[in-house]
């Protein structure tokens, strides 16, 4: 039997060309079953840093604030956060007072720190800080005669008033503890005072007067332990 040869598909080669691209075609839309590759250095970075930010929320909001230029929140134990205690104001101590010879001066008892309150110096401001060492006057007067008023507190002081206008002192009492600067007041002996002052002591019409360092006085007798019974300085009015 002799072979039979077949004759050709007549087109078949355009078919099999068409058949071809067709397989081709839904390949590539199939992607032929094949997943898309990711690289392993990829994936794994991109689980690592979501897997930070979900761990660490905070930071990443302090990353934004930061990134915005805000401050970060102050934490319950941070500096900002505290409120400072504050103490109660002291009430202030009065001032004490001292005799001068050329008036009288306030110091401060915490710091020691003196204010002259020179001869001249108002009246009604004389009286006023004078009341805040020795508190509220108890007596106010004047004099005809010597055309003064004179304002007394306790602690045996006066201050003597001319025309509102300060113009001398006067201690008198033993119980006063007022003093100068040098620590000479009424009750100190005649030896004190000579160890601070050049005293002149002479007998007068008041007793035994003397003058010393600007001021003046009455001693209880010429000697050394004689004390001192009234001291003035300055204008006063007394009656010789």
Known sequence: M?????????????????????????????????SPRIPANAASGGADSAAEVASSPSEGANAGSKVAGLPASPTPDSAESRTPAT????????????????????VDRETGRARSIAFGSPGDFVVEVTSLALGAPLERGSSRDCGTEDVSWEEGLSVTLRSNRFVGWFVRGDAS???????????????????????????????TEFTAGGM???????SPDARITRLWAGEVCLGR
Do not use: F, H, K
């Open 216 to 222: 003046a006085g009455l001693l209880s007798s010429t």
């Open 87 to 106: 103490e109660p104001p002291r009430a202030q101590a009065s001032p004490l007072l001292a005799l001068d010879p050329e008036g009288l001066r306030l």
């Open 2 to 34: 002799n072979p039979q040869r077949l004759a050709p598909w007549p087109g078949w080669r355009e078919g099999a060309v068409r058949v071809w691209l067709s397989l081709t075609l839904l390949c590539s839309v199939l992607a032929c079953g094949e």
């Open 177 to 207: 503890s007022l003093t100068t600067m040098s620590g000479i007041g009424v009750g100190s002996t005649r030896a004190e005072l000579e160890s601070v002052y050049v005293a002149q002591v002479a007998p007068s019409s008041l007793g």
